[in-house]
């Protein structure tokens, strides 16, 4: 479906890419979601529009079927891709959790900033884009998906996501549906 439209208070959120999670196995190229975000990020930054780097360095304490996480994790395993660069008006959230916006400070921010929509992209889709799509819904913001910008360790629950979750909560678009609005601005 085509984006409708970019609010003027727009902002972009990437999630987790972090030399620890897309150097994991995944059901797109990671390094293709990296090439696709670093264009959104530089679009976005370009026209002054706020820009939201996510990464996590921690997990939800509650117990789960999977049990407690097994990877070896290396010094390095938190920080984001270079690729992204470093802009001083960038804000940088490090998440304990799945979502962004718990135990962070990412609604205020974007509050301050009378952010009304915001654009995701990311990995992985069904987990750190979806979980902090949810709470973006539910705080009323308008919620775009640069589908291509954004993979899963999983095909299926990538898909499943795409297709059955997310136009639920916002606008599936491609990188260049985004980019085409942004630089109509």
């Given amino acids: 479906m085509p984006l409708s439209q970019l ?5 972009l959120i990437v999630i987790d890419l ?9 059901a797109h190229p990671s390094a293709a979601v990296v090439g696709q975000s670093v264009q959104l990020v530089k ?5 002054g529009l706020p ?11 509650g ?38 916006f718990l135990g962070t400070d990412l609604h205020a921010w974007l509050t301050e900033r009378d952010v009304t929509q915001i654009v995701m992209a990311g990995i992985a889709t069904s987990i750190g884009v979806e ?3 949810r709470s ?9 998906f640069a589908v291509d910008a954004m993979t899963d360790l999983d095909l299926v ?9 997310f136009p639920r909560m916002g606008e599936t678009a491609t990188t260049q549906d985004v980019l085409a609005s942004v630089n109509k601005r």
């Avoid at 679009?43 to 026209?47: D, G, P, Q």
Wanted: aromatic residues 6%; neutral net charge.
């Fill in 63 to 100: 117990r789960t079927d999977t049990g407690p996480s097994k990877m070896a994790f290396t010094s390095d395993w938190t920080e984001l891709v270079p690729e992204l660069g470093h802009d001083a008006n960038d804000h940088h959230v490090t998440k304990q959790r799945r979502g962004a």
């Fill in 136 to 144: 973006a819904y539910d705080y009323g913001y308008h919620v775009v």
């Fill in 131 to 133: 979980s902090t799509a």
């Fill in 43 to 47: 679009a976005f930054r370009a026209k």
């Fill in 157 to 165: 629950n990538h898909n499943h996501s795409i297709e059955k979750i």
């Fill in 18 to 26: 972090q030399k620890g999670i897309v150097g994991l196995p995944t």
């Fill in 51 to 61: 820009v939201v780097l996510v990464n996590v360095n921690g997990a939800a304490p």
């Fill in 7 to 11: 609010d003027t208070n727009c902002a």
